[in-house]
């Protein structure tokens, strides 16, 4: 299945419709999480862990993300790098990160969150260039004291990895090779 950047856009246009809408609906409930106590303002960085299942080219691949943002209130918005194992190949993202935490009890929080951003190989690779990254996905985070959370989610990663092919009868080409990935994360908050 191929997509291409307008359809991308299409679906995060969507996506953040979807969160603002359920943002909107869940406002109320929010109110609560500020009386229970638990950390709900200022710079709240991330660490999180992924195992990843790509649909073609790869059988298996790893993740780590570094995020660093600030809570306000349900949202937490941030920025955040991280480093991906496919395999023999190595990319590098730089993304942004949004997340919306519904309240619907007093220690576990589900949330929705979105990555969106640009992954640059770091091996030696000379077949292999950047290309955009999206992941949406949605979670729990289940707080084990007032400032430190675990975050368990699941997510679908959408990233391309341009692939220079040398056809012996024919010039070089580039073709856009979407890995589509299933991911199950852990991480823990602070």
Same mark, same amino acid.
Do not use: H
């Given at each position: 299945?191929?997509?291409? $950047? ?12 979807m969160v603002f809408v359920l943002g909107l609906a869940t406002e109320m409930?929010?109110? #609560? ?5 638990? #950390? ?8 999180? !862990? ?18 660093? !943002? ?9 920025? @955040? ?10 990319? $590098? ?10 309240? *619907? ?8 969150? *979105?990555?969106? !951003? ?20 949605? @979670?729990? #985070? ?27 009868? $024919?010039?070089?080409?580039?073709? $856009? ?14």
């Amino acid at each position: 299945m191929k997509f291409s $950047t307008q359809s991308l856009f299409s679906i995060l246009r969507g996506l953040v419709v979807m969160v603002f809408v359920l943002g909107l609906a869940t406002e109320m409930q929010a109110q #609560k999480r500020w009386r229970v106590g638990y #950390k709900d303002r200022g710079f709240s960085p991330i660490v999180e !862990g992924a195992v990843l299942i790509p649909s073609n080219t790869y059988d298996l691949a790893f993740n780590i993300d570094a995020i660093f !943002g600030v809570c306000a209130g349900p949202w937490y918005v941030g920025g @955040g790098v991280g480093l991906d194992s496919y395999e023999s190949d190595l990319f $590098t993202s730089v993304f942004a990160d949004a997340r919306y935490c519904f309240v *619907l009890g007093d220690i576990i929080f589900p949330f929705a969150f *979105l990555d969106a !951003g640009y992954a640059i190989p770091v091996d030696v690779d000379p077949l292999l260039s950047g290309g955009p990254m999206i992941n949406p996905g949605a @979670g729990l #985070k289940i707080f084990l004291s007032r400032s430190f959370a675990v975050n368990l989610s699941l997510g679908y990663r959408f990233q391309s990895m341009p692939l220079t092919e040398n056809d012996p009868t $024919t010039s070089t080409t580039t073709r $856009t090779n979407w890995i589509q990935s299933p991911n199950f994360r852990l991480g823990i908050q602070f």
